[in-house]
Nanobody, 123 residues
């Protein structure tokens, strides 16, 4: 049974940066697509970014493209999300997810989820 644990959330000022990490345990996720989603208060969970099993392909939501970078280190069973030029609308709980198939923005196709880490962007 695999488990994903996010870390790195916190409070940042507008224009600032935060780096999130997602550590996987219980199984090897090197063959899995990994993704980040987020859910703001009162809103539905939405896709942020995804990365293919070997890191060769990355995908971003329009709202974060150019400001976020997803990466992974399969040797460490960890995926990262570097967020720059943060905006108040980036405030949300950020979730890590994994699936055996290819990258997808659809929540329902992901098999594993972390518990989430809070990101708050405020001055």
């Amino acid at each position: 049974q695999g488990q994903l644990v996010e870390s790195g959330g916190g409070l940042a000022q507008p224009g600032g940066s935060l780096g999130l990490s997602c550590s996987a345990s219980g199984r090897t996720f090197s063959a899995y697509t990994m993704a980040w989603f987020r859910q703001a208060p009162g809103k539905e969970r939405e896709f942020v970014s995804a990365i293919s099993w070997n890191g060769g392909s990355t995908y971003y939501a329009d709202s974060v493209r150019g400001r976020c970078t997803i990466s992974r280190d399969n040797a460490k069973n960890t995926v990262y999300l570097q967020m720059n030029s943060l905006k108040p609308e980036d405030t949300a709980v950020y979730y890590c997810a994994a699936r055996r198939g290819g990258s997808s923005p659809q929540i329902s196709v992901y098999d594993y989820w972390g518990q989430g880490t809070q990101v708050t962007v405020s001055s």
